[in-house]
Protein backbone atom coordinates (compact mmCIF):
# COMPACT_ATOMS: atom_id res chain seq x y z
CA UNK A 1 0.00 0.00 0.00
CA UNK A 2 1.22 3.87 -0.84
CA UNK A 3 -0.26 6.92 0.14
CA UNK A 4 -2.91 7.17 2.75
CA UNK A 5 -6.56 6.29 3.14
CA UNK A 6 -8.67 8.74 2.96
CA UNK A 7 -11.66 8.55 5.16
CA UNK A 8 -14.42 10.74 4.83
CA UNK A 9 -17.03 11.11 7.54
CA UNK A 10 -13.97 10.60 9.96
CA UNK A 11 -15.71 12.57 13.29
CA UNK A 12 -18.52 10.28 13.27
CA UNK A 13 -18.39 6.86 14.91
CA UNK A 14 -17.68 4.60 12.67
CA UNK A 15 -14.73 7.10 11.21
CA UNK A 16 -13.92 7.17 14.92
CA UNK A 17 -13.59 3.44 15.37
CA UNK A 18 -11.49 3.35 12.03
CA UNK A 19 -8.70 5.66 12.92
CA UNK A 20 -8.22 4.18 15.75
CA UNK A 21 -7.92 0.81 14.60
CA UNK A 22 -6.27 1.02 10.66
CA UNK A 23 -3.25 2.29 11.95
CA UNK A 24 -2.85 -1.00 13.92
CA UNK A 25 -3.42 -3.02 10.20
CA UNK A 26 -0.16 -0.86 8.95
CA UNK A 27 -2.79 1.50 7.06
CA UNK A 28 -2.10 5.63 7.19
CA UNK A 29 -5.07 7.89 7.63
CA UNK A 30 -5.99 11.13 6.03
CA UNK A 31 -9.36 11.82 7.95
CA UNK A 32 -11.90 14.30 6.30
CA UNK A 33 -14.86 15.69 7.59
CA UNK A 34 -17.24 18.84 7.60
CA UNK A 35 -16.36 19.25 11.79
CA UNK A 36 -12.64 19.17 12.97
CA UNK A 37 -11.78 15.78 14.34
CA UNK A 38 -11.58 15.80 18.16
CA UNK A 39 -8.28 13.59 19.07
CA UNK A 40 -5.80 13.64 15.63
CA UNK A 41 -3.68 10.69 16.36
CA UNK A 42 0.02 10.79 15.61
CA UNK A 43 0.85 10.46 12.09
CA UNK A 44 -2.91 11.13 11.40
CA UNK A 45 -3.49 13.85 8.05
CA UNK A 46 -6.80 15.58 8.47
CA UNK A 47 -8.90 18.10 6.46
CA UNK A 48 -11.88 19.74 7.13
CA UNK A 49 -14.37 19.66 4.20
CA UNK A 50 -18.09 19.78 2.78
CA UNK A 51 -17.95 15.87 1.28
CA UNK A 52 -20.50 17.65 -1.46
CA UNK A 53 -17.48 20.25 -2.51
CA UNK A 54 -16.05 18.01 -5.46
CA UNK A 55 -13.20 20.45 -5.90
CA UNK A 56 -12.07 19.82 -1.77
CA UNK A 57 -13.33 16.38 -2.76
CA UNK A 58 -10.40 16.05 -5.50
CA UNK A 59 -7.65 18.17 -3.65
CA UNK A 60 -8.35 15.44 -0.51
CA UNK A 61 -7.39 12.57 -2.55
CA UNK A 62 -4.81 13.53 -4.40
CA UNK A 63 -2.20 10.66 -3.56
CA UNK A 64 -4.18 8.64 -1.46
CA UNK A 65 -4.17 4.51 -1.69
CA UNK A 66 -8.16 4.50 -1.20
CA UNK A 67 -10.80 5.97 -0.22
CA UNK A 68 -13.44 4.78 2.47
CA UNK A 69 -16.34 6.75 2.29
CA UNK A 70 -18.60 7.17 5.56
CA UNK A 71 -20.06 10.70 5.48
CA UNK A 72 -23.62 10.73 5.66
CA UNK A 73 -26.98 11.93 7.19
CA UNK A 74 -27.02 8.25 9.07
CA UNK A 75 -30.60 7.72 9.68
CA UNK A 76 -34.15 8.93 8.16
CA UNK A 77 -34.35 12.36 7.31
CA UNK A 78 -35.98 15.04 4.98
CA UNK A 79 -35.59 14.20 0.76
CA UNK A 80 -33.46 17.36 0.64
CA UNK A 81 -30.93 16.46 3.57
CA UNK A 82 -30.92 13.15 1.89
CA UNK A 83 -30.37 14.25 -1.60
CA UNK A 84 -28.49 16.35 -0.85
CA UNK A 85 -25.75 14.99 1.58
CA UNK A 86 -25.93 11.25 1.18
CA UNK A 87 -26.29 11.19 -2.89
CA UNK A 88 -24.22 14.26 -3.87
CA UNK A 89 -21.74 13.48 -1.53
CA UNK A 90 -21.31 9.55 -2.93
CA UNK A 91 -21.22 10.93 -6.56
CA UNK A 92 -18.32 13.39 -5.26
CA UNK A 93 -16.49 10.78 -3.29
CA UNK A 94 -16.63 8.63 -6.40
CA UNK A 95 -15.44 11.00 -8.54
CA UNK A 96 -13.37 12.39 -6.62
CA UNK A 97 -11.31 8.87 -6.21
CA UNK A 98 -11.72 8.71 -10.56
CA UNK A 99 -10.15 12.29 -10.63
CA UNK A 100 -7.52 11.70 -8.37
CA UNK A 101 -6.43 8.28 -9.43
CA UNK A 102 -7.63 6.37 -6.14
CA UNK A 103 -7.89 2.73 -7.26
CA UNK A 104 -10.25 1.60 -4.47
CA UNK A 105 -13.16 2.71 -2.53
CA UNK A 106 -14.88 1.36 -0.04
CA UNK A 107 -18.63 2.58 0.33
CA UNK A 108 -20.86 2.33 3.70
CA UNK A 109 -24.00 1.14 2.37
CA UNK A 110 -26.87 0.04 4.37
CA UNK A 111 -28.63 -3.00 5.37
CA UNK A 112 -31.84 -0.36 4.45
CA UNK A 113 -30.80 -0.44 1.03
CA UNK A 114 -32.73 -3.45 0.94
CA UNK A 115 -34.70 -3.00 3.96
CA UNK A 116 -37.88 -4.41 2.72
CA UNK A 117 -36.92 -7.77 1.95
CA UNK A 118 -38.44 -10.24 4.56
CA UNK A 119 -36.57 -12.75 6.00
CA UNK A 120 -36.08 -15.79 4.12
CA UNK A 121 -38.06 -18.67 5.43
CA UNK A 122 -35.12 -20.94 5.85
CA UNK A 123 -30.94 -20.49 5.83
CA UNK A 124 -29.46 -17.18 5.14
CA UNK A 125 -30.07 -14.08 2.86
CA UNK A 126 -27.48 -13.73 0.26
CA UNK A 127 -26.48 -9.90 -1.24
CA UNK A 128 -27.76 -11.49 -4.87
CA UNK A 129 -31.26 -12.65 -3.18
CA UNK A 130 -31.44 -8.91 -1.56
CA UNK A 131 -31.87 -7.04 -4.60
CA UNK A 132 -32.49 -3.14 -4.25
CA UNK A 133 -35.63 -2.35 -1.79
CA UNK A 134 -35.22 0.51 -0.06
CA UNK A 135 -37.05 1.40 3.31
CA UNK A 136 -36.46 4.85 3.42
CA UNK A 137 -35.42 7.61 1.63
CA UNK A 138 -32.35 7.18 3.59
CA UNK A 139 -31.95 3.55 2.28
CA UNK A 140 -32.76 5.21 -1.69
CA UNK A 141 -29.31 7.03 -1.31
CA UNK A 142 -28.10 3.47 -0.28
CA UNK A 143 -28.96 1.99 -3.23
CA UNK A 144 -27.99 5.36 -5.17
CA UNK A 145 -25.02 4.42 -3.79
CA UNK A 146 -24.24 1.20 -4.66
CA UNK A 147 -25.33 2.02 -8.20
CA UNK A 148 -22.72 4.65 -8.44
CA UNK A 149 -20.21 2.58 -7.28
CA UNK A 150 -21.50 -0.46 -9.85
CA UNK A 151 -20.95 2.60 -12.39
CA UNK A 152 -17.49 3.90 -11.32
CA UNK A 153 -16.46 0.05 -11.51
CA UNK A 154 -17.42 -0.70 -14.53
CA UNK A 155 -17.19 2.32 -16.73
CA UNK A 156 -13.41 3.53 -15.11
CA UNK A 157 -12.13 0.27 -13.51
CA UNK A 158 -12.13 1.03 -9.74
CA UNK A 159 -12.49 -1.60 -7.26
CA UNK A 160 -15.67 -0.60 -5.44
CA UNK A 161 -16.62 -3.07 -1.85
CA UNK A 162 -20.17 -2.06 -0.88
CA UNK A 163 -20.89 -2.73 3.01
CA UNK A 164 -24.21 -3.52 3.74
CA UNK A 165 -23.62 -1.96 7.48
CA UNK A 166 -26.36 -3.68 9.66
CA UNK A 167 -26.41 -2.08 13.46
CA UNK A 168 -22.78 -0.58 13.80
CA UNK A 169 -22.90 0.48 17.24
CA UNK A 170 -20.29 -0.20 20.58
CA UNK A 171 -23.08 -2.70 21.82
CA UNK A 172 -26.29 -4.04 20.58
CA UNK A 173 -28.97 -2.11 22.34
CA UNK A 174 -32.50 -4.36 20.88
CA UNK A 175 -33.19 -7.25 20.26
CA UNK A 176 -33.09 -6.95 16.46
CA UNK A 177 -29.60 -6.07 17.27
CA UNK A 178 -28.58 -9.40 18.52
CA UNK A 179 -28.95 -10.59 14.35
CA UNK A 180 -27.93 -7.43 13.00
CA UNK A 181 -24.66 -5.83 15.07
CA UNK A 182 -21.79 -5.07 13.91
CA UNK A 183 -18.78 -4.49 16.39
CA UNK A 184 -16.42 -2.10 16.54
CA UNK A 185 -13.53 -4.42 15.81
CA UNK A 186 -15.46 -6.30 13.66
CA UNK A 187 -15.98 -2.56 11.68
CA UNK A 188 -12.21 -2.45 11.18
CA UNK A 189 -12.00 -6.20 10.66
CA UNK A 190 -14.29 -5.45 7.18
CA UNK A 191 -13.43 -1.84 6.71
CA UNK A 192 -9.62 -3.74 6.05
CA UNK A 193 -11.16 -6.90 3.97
CA UNK A 194 -12.64 -4.37 1.86
CA UNK A 195 -9.20 -2.35 1.35
CA UNK A 196 -6.84 -5.42 0.80
CA UNK A 197 -8.60 -7.88 -1.02
CA UNK A 198 -6.97 -8.54 -4.40
CA UNK A 199 -8.93 -7.18 -6.68
CA UNK A 200 -12.84 -7.06 -5.93
CA UNK A 201 -13.95 -4.99 -8.46
CA UNK A 202 -17.49 -4.44 -7.62
CA UNK A 203 -18.47 -6.61 -4.70
CA UNK A 204 -22.02 -5.65 -1.94
CA UNK A 205 -21.42 -8.17 1.18
CA UNK A 206 -23.70 -7.89 4.65
CA UNK A 207 -21.85 -6.12 7.28
CA UNK A 208 -22.44 -8.02 10.22
CA UNK A 209 -20.29 -9.82 13.53
CA UNK A 210 -20.32 -13.60 14.07
CA UNK A 211 -23.30 -13.25 15.83
CA UNK A 212 -25.35 -16.53 16.42
CA UNK A 213 -28.60 -15.10 15.66
CA UNK A 214 -27.77 -13.81 12.55
CA UNK A 215 -30.01 -14.46 9.11
CA UNK A 216 -27.66 -12.70 6.54
CA UNK A 217 -24.85 -14.66 4.37
CA UNK A 218 -21.36 -13.55 5.30
CA UNK A 219 -20.22 -16.12 2.71
CA UNK A 220 -19.47 -12.72 -0.14
CA UNK A 221 -17.68 -10.34 2.89
CA UNK A 222 -15.95 -13.93 4.25
CA UNK A 223 -14.20 -14.26 0.45
CA UNK A 224 -13.04 -10.63 0.86
CA UNK A 225 -10.97 -12.12 4.10
CA UNK A 226 -13.95 -10.60 6.97
CA UNK A 227 -12.90 -12.49 9.64
CA UNK A 228 -15.75 -11.12 12.08
CA UNK A 229 -14.67 -12.28 15.70
CA UNK A 230 -17.62 -10.72 17.97
CA UNK A 231 -20.97 -12.29 18.49
CA UNK A 232 -23.74 -10.40 20.27
CA UNK A 233 -25.07 -13.11 22.11
CA UNK A 234 -23.54 -12.00 25.08
CA UNK A 235 -25.95 -9.50 25.43
CA UNK A 236 -29.14 -11.47 24.91
CA UNK A 237 -30.17 -12.64 28.13
CA UNK A 238 -29.77 -8.65 29.94
CA UNK A 239 -31.67 -7.39 26.83
CA UNK A 240 -34.36 -10.10 26.11
CA UNK A 241 -35.50 -9.59 30.09
CA UNK A 242 -35.80 -6.08 29.29
CA UNK A 243 -37.55 -6.42 26.07
CA UNK A 244 -38.58 -10.00 25.82
CA UNK A 245 -38.32 -12.64 23.32
CA UNK A 246 -38.07 -11.33 19.51
CA UNK A 247 -41.76 -11.89 17.73
CA UNK A 248 -40.28 -13.43 14.57
CA UNK A 249 -43.73 -12.14 12.73
CA UNK A 250 -43.00 -9.05 13.48
CA UNK A 251 -41.68 -6.39 11.34
CA UNK A 252 -38.79 -5.36 13.43
CA UNK A 253 -37.16 -9.00 12.99
CA UNK A 254 -39.26 -10.33 9.80
CA UNK A 255 -37.56 -7.76 7.67
CA UNK A 256 -34.03 -6.87 6.90
CA UNK A 257 -34.59 -3.12 7.85
CA UNK A 258 -36.18 -4.00 10.84
CA UNK A 259 -38.05 -0.30 12.60
CA UNK A 260 -37.69 1.37 9.63
CA UNK A 261 -40.29 -0.59 7.60
CA UNK A 262 -43.04 0.36 9.83
CA UNK A 263 -44.76 3.55 9.81
CA UNK A 264 -43.32 5.56 12.49
CA UNK A 265 -40.28 6.21 9.38
CA UNK A 266 -42.14 7.73 7.39
CA UNK A 267 -40.74 10.83 6.21
CA UNK A 268 -42.84 13.48 6.91
CA UNK A 269 -42.15 12.63 10.55
CA UNK A 270 -38.75 13.78 10.34
CA UNK A 271 -37.49 17.81 9.96
CA UNK A 272 -35.14 19.27 8.24
CA UNK A 273 -31.79 18.74 10.17
C1 LIG B 1 -28.14 2.23 9.57
O1 LIG B 1 -27.83 2.23 8.39
C2 LIG B 1 -28.08 3.45 10.41
O2 LIG B 1 -27.04 4.30 10.04
C3 LIG B 1 -28.00 3.15 11.88
O3 LIG B 1 -28.30 4.30 12.60
C4 LIG B 1 -28.93 2.01 12.29
O4 LIG B 1 -30.26 2.39 12.11
C5 LIG B 1 -28.63 0.80 11.44
O5 LIG B 1 -28.72 1.10 10.08
C6 LIG B 1 -29.54 -0.37 11.76
O6 LIG B 1 -30.21 -0.89 10.87
O7 LIG B 1 -29.56 -0.78 12.92
Not at 30 to 45: K, M, N, Q, T
Not at 139 to 149: F, T
Not at 222 to 232: F, S, T, V
Request: glycine share 10%; net charge negative; aromatic share 8%.
Amino acid sequence: MSGPVLVTGAAGRIGTWLRGGLPERGWAIRSLDIVPVGDVRPGEEHLVADVTDLDAMVDAAQGASALVHLAAVAGESTWPAISHTNIEGTYAALEAARRAGVPRVVLASSNHATGYTPRPEGGLLREVDAPPRPDTYYGVSKVAMEALGSLYADRYGLDVVCLRIGSAFAEPTTTRQLATWLSPADTVSLVDAALTAPSPGFAVVWGVSANTRNWWDLTAARALGYEPADDAEVYAEALIEVHGEPDLTDPEHARVGGEFTTAAFDAENFEQP
